[in-house]
């Protein structure tokens, strides 16, 4: 019936429909309020909200990391460089579906299963936004397929590092170090902001040791980034400082000629410049490639390393401890002479063998199937000849009170000071050593095995060869040192003008001697004299591997080859103006003079043949410079 | 009086307004169209990244729309109202089509592709329905009566269900909201308001069971909570009302909005470009478009109470209120109090059938402001 009313008739038809209109209107109206204060309230009352959310959104602080400091030999040859790699990173905050992520990446690069467990481990405990690397060192080929592929893969970036790099590979492994990625144990100990662009640090050698040094100061930028984390401008920056080089006193030739001369054997080797206590090349063999630890070992290449019986890991040059045999005789038989124990006419008859009074058992001298060393033994014999029954005789007269405290003068039993960490200590007892750590008193019979460098003593190659420099330097206090100059800045030695007050005539005896060892027919090194153009002092030693009682014979066929003796040889030369000296070992080399005479020789005649002149013309501007710093 | 008026404002009597008169162009709207063009060809600028190949076809479906609205402008109120159902059958007919023909993107089929161009023709039904209710309507009693409300109904249905198959929501939305709009400015009584309004509710839960596939589900959750997941669906509201926020009340200048050129804003040249209005021109920039939007609905609205007949009443009157629901749709939902659904901002937006089916209606617009009087005759 209100149909009825309603139909055709016009005037009501537009009256109805103007009505609605204005109904219409004013709804428009109330929704266009509603829709301008809902952008009112996003424009102006939370303005300052949405201008920080949107500068986070596009702002960025990205560390600027330094170049860490270059390692030079002392001829400017490098020895630890950075080198441009490019890494496959993934920003995770852009990546979305991860797996899915890394299926499409290793359908265009292989990724191996470890590179996945690794990446999702830095995952864990990278900052945000940050680029988490999955794949290190990608070759040119790989490269060119992520950049043709890069837009399909969110948060992908290939991204260019300075990377460490070794170009010397294994020969200053134990010296130079290598950087490896940053653990857990370290992040918690390190400055995350001066770290916080770079993702390795020292782990082992030189590298570890001069971290502070190489590092360098990060540097920081802000920069515009558009949604896909690409950069679009830098706001502002402040530039990172580089890392400090390292100018090391070791001459990489030298190194090389030590290296080879071990040829296969395992051992090490310490040079030292006597002058300036400046380490001229270190070596400890078997080594292993640095390269292999910079951007992190495989599994199988560390357990290799680890678990060979050759040990490469190990520094034996710093960390390996020898009994130091005979080659502590020059010392001992100086302590003596200074002490007035022997003097330069004390003579002893050898029959092969030492009998202590109210002991059974003899002390056999090493060459005591041939009937000993015979009538009137002196002390020039006994070191130029290695007789230990003269030793056994001396130590027991000197006693172990001054032999030990004596020695610690000379490097043995304590820590050198190299600048290189993980230094071992060595051993030079002490009555009081071995109440501390053996519970039980000293005996004479620990003083007699102790005289001919056995029994409880050890010491490393690096401490024979301080000793050895410093009875070159007739007892100047020199220390050892690797690296002569940190970011161009000579590090002043310290003055080694400190000497004991040694009687010289007794130096001379022991010089005279120590030369005899290699000059003179009966000598125990005379076979390497053959060809020297200049004079040598040095004495061999044997250190037994396998105790042996004192009255039984050694017998190297019964024994297998790791179970010979070790070899060992200090050296110094030239005679008259000593400037290098040696300390080094081979493991199971069984003699010094067949074994391990010849390696000195090798490095001394590379040394002396070649930097001769560089290293008196360097030592004099070290001297020099000790001059001007003193004024 | 009126020659009187005519004479004053005018200097030449035959000049500019003339014209327009016998080229059935209201002078006025088509200004109002001018310039919101030109506005939005600006915004598209910046929005597609300073590169002027949106701009340039933009350009050449405004001016092909602009065409196409002269054309339709001629045609006689008349032959729309009877040719109506004709075009109704037709645009159902492109929208079978659609669904077995049809090409698509991101999982949902929307186009035909003619070979020459891409037709969008759940766009065009957002005129074809309102042109066919107000048909129906204007030959059957005011306000309607049951059936023909049914049938009403029936109509706007059809269309929207097959546009809900695409599946295109927010065009379902659209297009039927431009039907209904036809029922309620023709007087549909308050009965059926009050129903449809509580069909509505009750269809929620049936909607959310049945009918919304799930990442459409997903919108609407993530309107209500966008920081659950800021990287995945909530990025892109995270991202505009920065946008909009950051934007302030002067806004950070053309070309210069952090949010959309450094592409932290999604869809900035289609849907989201509002954003990048309000970020650039700020909340001057916002409201300056509000003001032309309201002038052009206001003008529609006074076409449509001026119109002479029945069917251009409804007609004019629902294409003046289905504009408002496109601005309102896109620019609640860019601003977060909305969901998220395909929904362009009218002669702002990039894209061509959007444009042209605008300018189609503005056509009839046009028409319907020349419609020759009923009652009196002129001169």
Known sequence: ?631 | MQINDFVRTMQNPGGARRISRSMHVDLILFVLLFALCAFGLAVLYSAGGKDLAYVKRQLVFMVVGFALMLIVAQVSVRSLERWAFVIYGLGLLTLLAVLIFGVGAKGAQRWLDLGFTRLQPAELMKVCVPLMISAYLSKRFIPPNFKHVFWSVVMILIPTLLIVRQPDLGTAILVFMSGFLVLFLAGLRKRYIAGSGLVAIAAIPVMWLFVLRDYQKQRILTLLSPEDDTLGSGWNIIQSKTAIGSGGFEGKGWTEGTQSQLSFLPESHTDFIIAVLAEEFGLIGVLALCTLYLLVIGRCLIIATNAQSQFGRLLAGSLASIFFVYIFVNMGMVSGILPVVGAPLPMISYGGTAILTLFIGFGMLMAISREPKQMRTQF
């Open chain 1, 1 to 631: 019936m209100i149909e009825e009313d309603a139909f055709s008739d016009p005037a009501r038809e537009r009256q109805i429909f103007v009505g609605r209109v204005i109904l219409t209107s004013l709804l428009i109206l109330a929704l266009t309020a509603v829709l301008i204060a809902r952008y009112f309230d996003l424009q102006i009352n939370q303005h300052q909200d949405f201008v920080t959310q949107s500068d986070n959104n596009r702002v960025h602080l990205r560390p600027n990391p330094p170049a860490r400091g270059v390692i030079y030999d002392r001829n400017g040859e490098i020895l630890a460089d950075n080198q441009s790699v490019s890494n496959l990173t993934i920003i995770r905050e852009r990546s979305g579906d991860l797996e899915k992520l890394i299926e499409n990446i290793s359908a265009l690069v292989p990724l191996s299963d470890s590179d996945v467990t690794r990446f999702y481990k830095r995952l864990k405990r990278r900052r945000p936004f940050e680029q988490t690397p999955i794949k290190f060192n990608l070759s040119e080929d790989e490269q060119a397929i992520l950049a043709v592929n890069e837009h399909r893969l969110d948060g992908v970036k290939v991204s260019a590092r300075l990377s460490r790099f070794y170009p010397k590979r294994d020969l200053f492994s134990h010296v130079v170090g290598y950087v490896g990625r940053i653990n857990e144990q370290e992040i918690s100990v390190i400055d995350p902001i001066q770290y916080s662009g770079t993702d390795s640090i020292g782990k082992v050698g030189l590298e570890k040791f001069y971290e502070s040094s190489l590092l360098g100061n990060v540097g920081s930028e802000h920069v515009e980034t558009n949604a896909r984390g690409r950069v679009m401008r830098v706001l502002d920056k402040l530039d990172p400082t580089s890392g400090s080089d390292l100018m090391l006193h070791i001459d990489s030739n030298l190194q090389q000629i030590a290296f080879d001369a071990f040829a296969g054997e395992r051992g090490a080797l310490v040079a030292m410049d006597v002058k300036t206590g400046g380490v001229l090349a270190m070596v400890s063999a078997p080594s292993y490639d640095s390269n292999l630890f910079v951007s992190g070992i495989s599994q199988k290449n560390y357990s290799q390393l680890l678990n060979s019986s050759d040990k490469p890991l190990f520094n034996r040059a710093i960390q390996g401890q020898y009994p130091p045999g005979s080659t502590v005789k020059p010392l001992f038989g100086l302590i003596a002479l200074d002490n007035k124990t022997v003097s330069a006419s004390t003579r002893i008859d050898d029959p092969g063998f030492f009998v202590m009074e109210g002991i059974d058992r003899p002390w056999r001298d090493h060459n005591s199937e041939r009937g000993g060393h015979g009538k009137g033994v002196d002390l020039a014999k006994a070191i130029i000849e290695s007789c230990d029954v003269f030793f056994y005789e001396m130590g027991i007269k000197t006693g172990i009170n001054i032999l030990s405290s004596n020695s610690s003068e000379f490097g043995l039993g304590a820590k050198t000071g190299i600048d290189l960490p993980g230094e071992a200590k060595g051993i030079m007892p002490s009555r009081i050593w071995k109440k501390e750590n053996r519970n039980a008193s000293w005996f004479n019979g620990d003083t007699i095995n102790m005289s001919i460098g056995q029994g409880f003593m050890l010491s490393t190659p690096l401490q024979l060869a301080v000793m050895t420099s410093r009875i070159a330097s007739k007892g100047k206090m020199i220390e050892p040192r690797l690296v002569k100059s940190v970011g161009g800045v000579d590090l002043l030695t310290a003055e080694s003008s400190q000497t004991t007050d040694i009687d010289p005539k007794h130096w001379d005896y022991i010089h005279n001697s120590m030369k005899s060892v290699v000059h003179s027919a009966r000598g125990t090194a005379t076979s390497i004299n053959r060809g020297l153009t200049y004079t040598m002092a040095g004495k061999t030693g044997t250190a037994q591997v396998v105790s042996i009682s004192a009255d039984k014979d050694y017998d190297k066929s019964k024994l297998n080859k790791r179970q010979w003796d070790h070899a060992l040889f200090i050296a110094f030369a030239p005679f008259d103006d000593p400037q290098i000296a040696v300390g080094l070992i081979v493991e199971n080399g069984e003699h010094g003079s067949s074994a391990a005479a010849p390696i000195a020789r090798a490095v001394i005649d590379g040394y002396l043949q070649t930097n001769s002149d560089t290293a008196i013309a360097s030592s004099n501007v070290l001297e020099g410079l000790n001059v001007y710093a003193n004024q």
